[in-house]
Nanobody, 122 residues
Framework: QVQLVESGGGLVQPGGSLRLSCVAS????????MGWYRQAPGKQRELVAV???????NYGDFVKGRFTISRDNAKNTVYLQMNSLKVEDTAVYYC????????????????WGQGTQVTVSS
């Protein structure tokens, strides 16, 4: 019922930049947490950056100072501006959202996007 559509991934050189976008659609009354995780080959999925419903950010330590998360609640959209990219940033980046579907059903459910590939290489 809720889907997350990611865009903006691609191939960049070390030191380059990318801007990822994720748009949530479907049955949405309110999005609580919304943000980004990533998973590199052979590694566990890890937090990149998330925001709560007040757009307060929480960053993974390894990206703080290089990446910036922002959120447009009116458009159910979250962005990730990635600067000073490193080879080790290469991963599939997944959008994540915790969603309340209607005003009268209080249950919240977590959804994941299909992922967008970010490759940092010369």
């Amino acid at each position: 019922q809720v889907q997350l559509v990611e865009s903006g991934g691609g191939l960049v050189q070390p030191g380059g930049s990318l801007r990822l976008s994720c748009v949530a659609s479907g049955s949405i009354f309110r999005i609580y947490n919304m943000g980004w995780y990533r998973q590199a080959p052979g590694k566990q999925r890890e937090l990149v950056a998330v925001t709560n419903s007040d757009s307060m950010p929480n960053y993974g330590d390894f990206v703080k100072g290089r990446f910036t998360i922002s959120r447009d609640n009116a458009k159910n959209t979250v962005y990730l501006q990635m600067n000073s990219l490193k080879v080790e940033d290469t991963a599939v980046y997944y959008c994540e959202a915790v969603v309340q579907a209607t005003s009268v059903v209080l249950a919240r459910f977590q959804y994941w996007g299909q992922g967008t590939q970010v490759t940092v290489s010369s």
